[in-house]
């Protein structure tokens, strides 16, 4: 995924199109290993990932944190994360088991007490060595439908506790409360700082259209396993019902081409 995303580019009238860092997912990282998205692979399972991708890849990285653990853990993650060559790390305003936001209140979530969750995004950014590791804040409220007052009311607070991005996420399609949040955030708040976009639900949006309307990064977050997945059980299904791989090659990336790729 982080080579596809690095050599991938799409010309248009006036220029060259291509992604500029790479999402290092828990959902893809968990579920990869066949594992629920619950912060069940631990640090070290992720950063042995984080340094393969390194050894081939020279994207900037932003890790997914979840919820980051206990402010005692994440300060010692930030140091991992900032050691290695990480750029950013984002962590959610929930407590608790993690369950996926695209839940919503699907499932049982609730949100973290926002001095509570502040008080580990200070820590962490205290924990850190340079200024150029960056740590955002995830607020959930949109999701949980807590409201835009309380998103809002959050954004305060993490600013002030030194975030240096905020991510805000939203399940519905049309975008709007996202566009609302952007506007109050850049008027009624008067910050400037960089707001991170993850589009999943509201997908029919182009991420022009996001950074026109304030966004600074748009991420992409899990659709390189959601295509692979099908792909795969597309072709190992064939190859059971046809008893060969002739009827599947058509799908395939030629020896020749997978040879040229790794070498």
């Known amino acids: 995924s982080a080579i596809i995303a690095e050599k991938t580019t799409h ?11 790479i999402w290092s997912s828990s ?6 290993r066949w594992k629920p998205d619950i912060e069940s692979l631990d640090l070290t399972a992720r950063v042995n990932n984080l340094h393969e991708i390194m050894e081939v890849s020279n ?28 750029s ?8 608790g088991l993690k369950k996926n936001s695209l839940f919503g209140n699907d499932v049982n979530q609730y949100q973290e007490n926002p001095d509570t969750f502040a008080q580990k995004i200070e820590s962490g950014k205290k924990s ?30 993490y600013l002030e506790a030194g975030a240096d991005a905020l991510m805000i996420h939203s399940r519905e399609k049309d975008g709007k409360e996202i566009f609302e949040f952007i506007d109050s955030l850049r008027n009624k708040l008067k910050s400037s700082i960089p707001i991170i976009l993850v589009p999943t639900s509201y997908n029919s949006i182009k991420f022009d259209e996001l950074i026109e309307k304030g966004a600074n990064i748009v991420i992409y977050a899990n ?8 792909a795969m059980h597309s072709v190992a299904s064939k190859i059971l019902e046809n008893g060969r791989t002739l009827e599947v090659e058509k799908q395939l ?11």
Do not use: W
């Open 27 to 32: 959902l893809t990282d968990s579920t990869s």
């Open 88 to 95: 950013m790390v984002i962590i959610e305003d929930k407590k």
């Open 11 to 21: 010309r248009d009238k006036k220029n060259n199109i291509h992604f500029d860092g």
């Open 59 to 86: 994207l900037p990285i932003i890790y997914d944190a979840d919820t980051g653990g206990i402010t005692e853990h994440f300060n010692f993650m930030v140091r991992t994360l900032e050691r290695i060559g990480v």
């Open 223 to 230: 659709h390189m396993l959601r295509a692979a997945y099908p």
């Open 128 to 157: 850190q060595i340079t200024s150029d590791f960056m740590i955002a804040g995830r607020i959930e409220s949109l999701i949980l439908c807590a409201g835009m007052e309380d998103a809002l009311n959050r954004a305060a607070v």
């Open 253 to 263: 990336l030629s020896i020749k081409d997978i040879l040229d790729i790794s070498g």
